[in-house]
Nanobody, 123 residues
Framework: QVQLVESGGGLVQPGGSLRLSCAAS????????MYWVRQAPGKGFEWVSR????????DYADSVKGRFTISRDNAKNTLYLQMNSLTSEDTAVYYC????????????????RGQGTQVTVSS
């Protein structure tokens, strides 16, 4: 059974930083592309970032490029998102998800996401 548990969210002032973590179990973590997605209040899901199986390739939404860094530790079955220079526009619930398919890009499997972690950017 796929289980993804996000943590690390909280309240932070504009310009601040947070590091999110996602502990994965129930599937072969190292064989899936992994994603961070977010959902702001009253809005749909927004893709934030993705990382390939080995961690060598990363992609970012334009809205976070240059401020966020995705990484993974396959030995620990853990996905990370370092978020810097946060703004109010980053306020959302952040989820990690795996890809729908092993080893290739098929898109995020939203049904696999965890409970999410709330990030609130406010002074």
């Amino acid at each position: 059974q796929v289980q993804l548990v996000e943590s690390g969210g909280g309240l932070v002032q504009p310009g601040g930083s947070l590091r999110l973590s996602c502990a994965a179990s129930g599937f072969t973590f190292g064989t899936y592309w992994m994603y961070w997605v977010r959902q702001a209040p009253g809005k749909g899901f927004e893709w934030v970032s993705r990382i390939n199986t080995g961690g060598e390739r990363t992609d970012y939404a334009d809205s976070v490029k240059g401020r966020f860094t995705i990484s993974r530790d396959n030995a620990k079955n853990t996905l990370y998102l370092q978020m810097n220079s946060l703004t109010s526009e980053d306020t959302a619930v952040y989820y990690c998800t795996k890809d729908r398919s092993r080893m290739i890009i098929s898109g995020p499997d939203f049904s696999s996401r965890g409970q999410g972690t709330q990030v609130t950017v406010s002074s």
